[in-house]
């Protein structure tokens, strides 16, 4: 069993605090890496965001702080998610489960409506789902990202990790999360949202383990947050 601890160190007293130290710890692993994005570049920005409740509530404190409100925000007829949340699909992973056929979140390819001008109004707390949406050859001329395979097993630990310190919130769509936080509807929650889940293990194959260690010991490190390292799960 790998797992983080729900304590946060007496440097933390919000989410909101230990988050960006997650966010840096990600974007330090990717020194090195020639990406092709870059301000204007926003092929990527569209609406099909998902994110944790904690990291919803930054957006909205930030806007808040700027004295700006919550854009007029989609309700699209059929919720933007998938039917399991990162931790959920991992559980069924490790136990042999099958994973259901539609386990991924639908695409929807309309620009993210906290663009403007091809940049990000919130940039400075956009998700984790934005930090990682990232690609060594432009999206536009190739039609498709590309990253390597250990970029890909960074992001999916990375997306675990905020998951599970957020126990107790939710996750979902970017439009429909953030409705929810604006109106506290429980409606939104039970049917437009997961719930999210602890963090049952890590899907690592052996050849990224000595990355991922380095990683989680990044954010021992940086956090104090209790992570076990891949050797002792």
């Known amino acids: 069993m790998f797992s983080v601890t729900l304590n946060l160190p007496h440097l933390y007293t919000t989410m909101s605090q230990v988050i960006p ?27 099909s965001v998902t994110l944790t409740t904690a990291e919803g509530r930054m957006i909205v404190d930030f806007l808040q702080q700027a004295g700006r409100d919550l ?9 933007l998610r998938p039917a399991l949340t990162g931790n959920g699909f991992a559980a069924l992973c490790l136990v042999g489960e099958e994973v259901p056929e539609e386990s991924e979140s639908p695409w929807l390819f309309e620009p993210c409506f906290f663009l403007k001008d091809g940049l990000c109004t919130i940039y400075p707390v956009r998700p984790f789902a934005c930090r990682c949406f990232a690609s060594i050859v432009n ?24 998951e599970d310190l957020d126990r107790g919130g939710f996750w979902g769509n970017l439009a429909d999360l953030l409705a929810f936080l604006g109106s506290g509807q429980g409606e939104a929650a039970s049917y437009r949202l997961l719930p999210n889940l602890p963090l049952p293990g890590l899907l690592v194959i052996p050849e990224e383990r000595p990355r991922i260690d380095r990683f989680l010991a990044k954010i021992r490190e940086r956090t104090g947050l209790k992570l076990m390292s891949l050797g002792d799960a």
Do not use: H, K
């Open 21 to 47: 130290d997650i966010y840096e710890a990600f974007t330090e692993e990717l020194a090195g890496l020639d990406f092709a994005c870059g301000p204007g570049c926003a092929t990527c920005c569209t609406r």
């Open 71 to 79: 854009p007029e925000l989609p309700r699209d007829p059929v919720p």
């Open 139 to 162: 999206c536009g001329e190739s039609a498709m990202a590309e990253a390597p395979e250990w970029f890909v097993t960074l992001a999916i630990v990375t997306n675990q990790l905020l």
